[in-house]
């Protein structure tokens, strides 16, 4: 699925609400005793508002990362319990609308959750990311630490992935989805400019 346009991509984004990115069976497995399971309690449409929010806070003239913060994980509705493949699944989506840096910065989002830069100073992982790695591949390899090294966005995804992280804090209001509107339309309108000239 491509997404053409800001108007479909504010639908799937308000689809978030009440949706989130762990799977039953995997709550089940977090807590075979019942009860409260373990994990996050914020959905996708809170979490991906929190993580703009964040990444609007630290990054204030980085528009298109803070861009990339509220729609990383919308693979999750693309494409529900492919975890491993939530990333791909939202950069090939937003691609033709929002551009080659937003679609790469989503697209490693999960690889920068295995990557040791993750883990500096700053908020804590959540719950659930503290699992991320396993279903993500494992810890990263010396040759795949390296090669994400190598790519130029990998700072901006760690950037983003420790927004990821912090952006989880149940009944924290991060603002209306309608306040980013604007800024989606910008960054589509400056892709759309772009992708005339090549």
């Known amino acids: 699925m491509e997404l ?11 689809a978030c609400r009440g949706v989130h990115d762990i799977p039953e069976l995997t709550r089940s497995r977090l807590h075979p005793g019942g009860g409260t399971p373990v994990g996050d309690h914020v959905d996708l449409h809170d979490h991906a508002l929190q993580t703009a929010a964040l990444l609007r806070r630290s990054h204030p003239s980085d528009k298109e990362l803070q861009v990339a913060g509220l729609v990383h ?27 080659e840096r937003v679609s790469g910065l989503v697209r490693l989002h999960v690889a920068a959750g295995r990557h040791p830069a993750a883990a500096s100073p700053g908020p804590g992982p959540s719950p659930r990311n503290t699992l991320a790695p396993d279903a993500a591949g494992g810890a990263t390899t010396r040759h795949e630490a390296a090669a994400f090294e190598h790519d130029l966005p990998a700072e901006d995804a760690v950037t983003l992935r420790q927004a990821d992280d912090a952006g989880k804090v149940p009944g924290l209001y991060a603002g209306d989805l309608e306040d980013w509107r604007t800024l989606l339309e910008l960054v589509a309108e400056r892709s759309a400019r772009l992708g005339a000239a090549d």
Do not use: Q, S, T, Y
């Open 73 to 99: 994980d919308i693979g999750h509705l693309l494409g529900p319990g492919d975890d491993a493949g939530h990333a791909d699944l939202a950069a090939d989506a937003i691609r033709p609308l929002l551009g």
């Open 4 to 14: 053409r346009g800001v108007e479909e991509l504010m639908n799937l984004l308000h």
